[in-house]
C-alpha cells in the first residue's frame, strides 16, 4: 500500500481517476479500501506497448556493425549484486526491509555464478555473449561480470561502454536471454525470446513472480544443456512447458501484451474529459502564474540564457525524443 499512496499520509484520493497497470494491483487495493472501487480503473501498462510497436535493432545489423562474426548470441542481464556488499545495508537489515539470510545468499550466488558464467564464455568460443550491466551498479568489482572484458566472445554493455544501445534492442538481438533474477526476462517473453534463469544456490527467495515463467537451473552442465539443447533444436522444452504461467504473469504484471494498452488508457482519459462535472472548474488563479514562470523559464533556456539550465534543456529534449518516437507509430 506504501507504493500507492507515497506521501499522501491522510490516504485521500485527490483525482477522479487512477488508472492502474493490472487487475491484480487493483484487486489488492480495493480488498484494503473497496470504498474507492469506482475511482479505480485498469489500463494496463502502457510502457509496454512498444514491444508491439516499435522496431528494434536486429542481429545481423548489430553483428555489421561492430564487425563481429557469430551467428549464435545469447544475452545476460545482470543483478545488483554489488548493493548487497554495500554497508549501508547493515541499517536496512535492522529496519527489516531486507532479510539477512537474503543478503548473505546473494553474496554467496554473486561468486558461484561469475564462475558458471566465466566456464560458460569459456567452453562457447562460437557464441557471442552480450553481457548488460544494471543501470544501478556502482561497484563493478563486485558484479557477476566482473573481468569478463577481455575475452573476445564478450561484448560489454555498461553506463560506461556501448551506453548508446537500447535494452530492448540487446534483447531483440539475442538468440536466448538469461540472467539471475531480473525484470528485462518479462521483456524478453514480450520480444518472443526463451529464457532461462541461473541460481546456483537455491530459487526460493524473496522475489517477483516473473521467475515463474522460466527454467531454473544451479549449474553449470545443467546451463549448459539447456544452451545446447537451444541451438540444436530453435526450443528448450521446459520453456515451452511454462508457456500457460507465463501468460498468468504478463497477466497479473501489465495486464496485455497486445500493444494496445495506451488506447485502453486514453478512453479512460477521455470519459473524465468528457464528464460535463468537470467542464466548468475553475482552476486557481496561482495555477496560471506558475504555468507562465516555466514557460518563461523553458523560453530563456532556449533564447537568452541558452545553456544557463541545461536541466531545463534535459527535459525539453527528454520530452521531445519520446513524442517523435511515439508519433511514428501512434497518431499525436
Known amino acids: 500500500m506504501p507504493y500507492f499512496w507515497g506521501w499522501n499520509r491522510d490516504k485521500k484520493l485527490y483525482v477522479d481517476k487512477i488508472i492502474l497497470w493490472s487487475t491484480r494491483s487493483k484487486n489488492h487495493f480495493l480488498s484494503a479500501y473497496p470504498k474507492f472501487e469506482e475511482k479505480i480503473a485498469v489500463s494496463g501498462a502502457t510502457g509496454f506497448d512498444r514491444y508491439k510497436l516499435f522496431k528494434f535493432t ?31 545495508l547493515e541499517q536496512t537489515i535492522k529496519l527489516g526491509a531486507c532479510p539477512k539470510e537474503n543478503i548473505e545468499l546473494f553474496q554467496q550466488d554473486r561468486f558461484k555464478l561469475h564462475e558458471i558464467y566465466k566456464k560458460l564464455i569459456e567452453n562457447n568460443k562460437d557464441i557471442l555473449f552480450i553481457l548488460r550491466y544494471h543501470p544501478g551498479t556502482v561497484n563493478f568489482e563486485k558484479n557477476e561480470f566482473y573481468g569478463f572484458e577481455h575475452y573476445e566472445n564478450v561484448f560489454i554493455s555498461n553506463s560506461f561502454t556501448n551506453t548508446d544501445i537500447k535494452i530492448t534492442d540487446i534483447i531483440n538481438i539475442s538468440d536466448l536471454w538469461v540472467a539471475y533474477e531480473s525484470t528485462t526476462i518479462m521483456e524478453a517473453w514480450l520480444l518472443g525470446k526463451q529464457t532461462f534463469l541461473i541460481n546456483p544456490t537455491r530459487s526460493d527467495f524473496i522475489r517477483e513472480n516473473v521467475h515463474k515463467g522460466s527454467p531454473i537451473v544451479k549449474t553449470i552442465e545443467e546451463a549448459q544443456k539447456l544452451i545446447d539443447e537451444f541451438f540444436s533444436t530453435n526450443t528448450i522444452k521446459s520453456f515451452e512447458d511454462l508457456k500457460n504461467i507465463r501468460r498468468q504473469v504478463i497477466k497479473d504484471t501489465i495486464e496485455h501484451d497486445d500493444g494496445k494498452n495506451y488506447q485502453r488508457a486514453a478512453r479512460e482519459i477521455i470519459k473524465i474529459l468528457n464528464n460535463k462535472e468537470y467542464k466548468e472548474i475553475k482552476f486557481s488563479f496561482k495555477i496560471y502564474i506558475e504555468a507562465a514562470k516555466q514557460i518563461l523559464k523553458l523560453f530563456l533556456s532556449k533564447t537568452i540564457l541558452k545553456n544557463r539550465w541545461p536541466e531545463l534543456k534535459y527535459k525539453s529534449n527528454f520530452a521531445k525524443k519520446y513524442q ?6 501512434i497518431k499525436i
Open 58 to 88: 536486429n542481429k545481423t545489423n548489430f553483428l555489421n556493425k561492430h564487425k563481429l562474426k557469430y551467428k549464435k548470441i545469447i544475452g545476460i542481464g545482470s543483478f545488483v549484486f554489488d548493493l548487497y556488499f554495500d554497508k549501508l
Open 324 to 329: 517523435d518516437m511515439y508519433s511514428k507509430v
